[in-house]
């Protein structure tokens, strides 16, 4: 098979991932075999290949084939397989395979899991042809849904909806969403579920754009350093942070009001004062019974991906438009 392989961080510019042949097995006991449809791109896949997470021990593996929002159909099977056949149509969220015994994972918190594996970090993932998936940790797609623009459902859909469960919200409560890419445009839809005022924070006007068409009923653009927050202060009732710079992490805790919730999406510390009284949630994508509930809700048309579709070969090429911002929701390899 042909698959983008990562053998060495280094910046996207410099075209680190390499269009090259790779072989794989075929399935036994759980495992199955997917023809990947899709593969979408996300900002930590950036991180990871840039080297940012070396401190976490990311990439777990060298080579490795990055990617972990995915949908494939089945084209064979393991011999202990038994809740799929060939030719269905599944997705694999960045949680590979989990051990299924530990107190989190017998209480369906199984991303939790401390022995999980996850796509595309310490397994090889979707930015290839083919992959073998563990068909215990696969969720079916709904037949009419686009495989190819809604892959990334198994990553930002998944981490919105998640997060915005997260954030206790009402018809009488006021969010704020930081970060309007692949995860906050997903988000935005989900709380407006909630009946919530929502309100976006961006620093881009294309995103102040894209915003507004995913239902935001306000959009404060700020400034990349967030000095011009001060009116905005201690206005949301809960504010769930997805943007991955200094400036948003150390300032966003500004706009709740104190006795708020934020709900914190990526890595990053707080400038947290305790007198306020703010509860800090954190949020870490999702299990398999959530991933059906988001699955549930995009085949109802209530979540819709804003995407940019590139080939296979093109990955090196996505990355680069995702770090300077020339991408409004997602990018997406359309690989069949």
Not at 91 to 115: D, F, M, S, V
Not at 148 to 167: D, E, R
Request: hydrophobic share 35%.
């Amino acid at each position: 098979m042909k698959a983008m392989v990562l053998d060495k961080t280094d910046k996207v510019e410099n075209n680190p991932l390499k269009y090259r042949d790779v072989s794989i097995k075929d399935p036994k006991g759980y495992e199955v075999l997917l023809d990947i449809i899709s593969c979408g791109v996300c900002h930590s896949n950036l991180h990871m290949i840039e080297g940012d997470w070396v401190e976490y021990g990311l990439p777990g593996k060298s080579p490795l084939i990055p990617g972990h929002e995915i949908i494939g159909k089945v084209s064979k099977l393991g011999d202990l397989v038994d809740n799929l056949k060939i030719g269905d149509v599944v997705g694999i969220q960045p949680l590979y395979q989990a051990c299924g015994k530990c107190e989190y994972c017998i209480t369906g918190r199984e991303h939790l899991c401390p022995y999980g594996k996850w796509a595309g970090e310490t397994v090889d993932g979707g930015y290839a042809e083919n992959i073998i998936a563990d068909s215990r940790y696969v969720n079916k797609v709904p037949d009419n849904i686009d495989y190819v623009k809604n892959s990334p459902l198994f990553c930002p859909g998944i981490t919105a909806y998640c997060a915005v469960n997260k954030a206790e919200l009402s018809p009488d409560k006021t969010v704020y969403i930081v970060g309007i890419g692949g995860v906050g445009h997903v988000a935005i839809q989900i709380a407006k579920l909630y009946g919530a005022k929502v309100v976006a924070v961006s620093t881009s006007k294309n995103h102040e754009e894209l915003a507004y068409e995913m239902g935001a009923d306000d959009v404060i653009l700020v400034n990349r350093d967030y000095s011009n927050i001060d009116k905005y202060k201690k206005t949301a009732d809960s504010l769930i942070l997805f943007a991955p710079y200094e400036a948003p992490i150390m300032n966003s805790i500004n706009f709740v009001k104190d006795g708020g919730i934020l709900v914190q999406g990526v890595r990053g510390k707080l400038n947290y004062d305790f007198t306020t009284e703010i509860k800090l949630k954190g949020t870490k994508i999702g299990g398999r019974s959530d991933m059906d509930n988001v699955l549930r809700l995009a085949s109802q048309g209530k979540i819709k991906i804003e995407s940019k579709e590139y080939k296979l070969e093109d990955a090196n090429i996505a990355l680069q438009d995702l770090k300077h911002g020339n991408i409004n929701g997602r990018a997406v390899l359309k690989i069949r």
